[in-house]
């Protein structure tokens, strides 16, 4: 998919966001309030991933100092597999270069084999386990960190 593009995300999108965020995570969705909540977080930033003004998918993260927590990553279902997910990450491993970040953490569905390949194709490392973290169903998360201060830039495929 080319033509996609990163975004500040905006909170006049909740309605479209909201049907990917049921989409990616079904019951254990956020609400449109978190999601309010979150972007007027100091700390926080929410971009989403675009193309043609159509939102494909958004992620949300906390920086503190020197370390970042991934808070949510989603990509609508028909953009899933081209490249959104990658552009997203590869957004955010820049965004820790440019700001000297030495960590980022999140978890991931244990299930997720697409999002897990993702992760360490991109020099995540698994370092824990979170059990009966998720509720419906009910499932562990995996607790994954980078530490690559120093690497070169991360080229996006798109």
């Known amino acids: 998919m080319s033509g996609m593009e990163m975004v500040p995300l905006q909170q006049a999108w909740l309605p479209e966001i909201m049907k990917i965020e049921s989409e990616a995570f079904g019951e254990d ?13 100091l700390a926080a930033h929410y971009v989403a991933i675009c193309q043609n003004e159509k939102l494909l998918g958004y992620m949300g993260f906390l920086h503190v100092v020197d370390e970042i927590e991934l808070l949510t990553i989603a990509v609508a279902n028909a953009a899933r597999r081209k490249g959104a997910g990658r ?58 960190e980078w530490t690559g201060v120093g690497e070169d830039a991360v080229d996006s495929p798109v």
């Open 87 to 144: 552009q997203m990450m590869a957004y955010l491993l820049n965004y820790a270069k440019d700001h000297n970040v030495e960590r980022i953490l999140l978890e991931v569905r244990a299930s997720n084999r697409a999002a897990i390949a993702l992760y360490e194709s991109l020099k995540f490392q698994k370092i824990g386990v979170r059990k009966s973290y998720y509720r419906k169903p009910k499932e562990d998360a995996l607790i994954y």
């Open 29 to 41: 969705a956020w609400s449109p309030e978190s999601f309010r909540q979150g972007m007027e977080q």
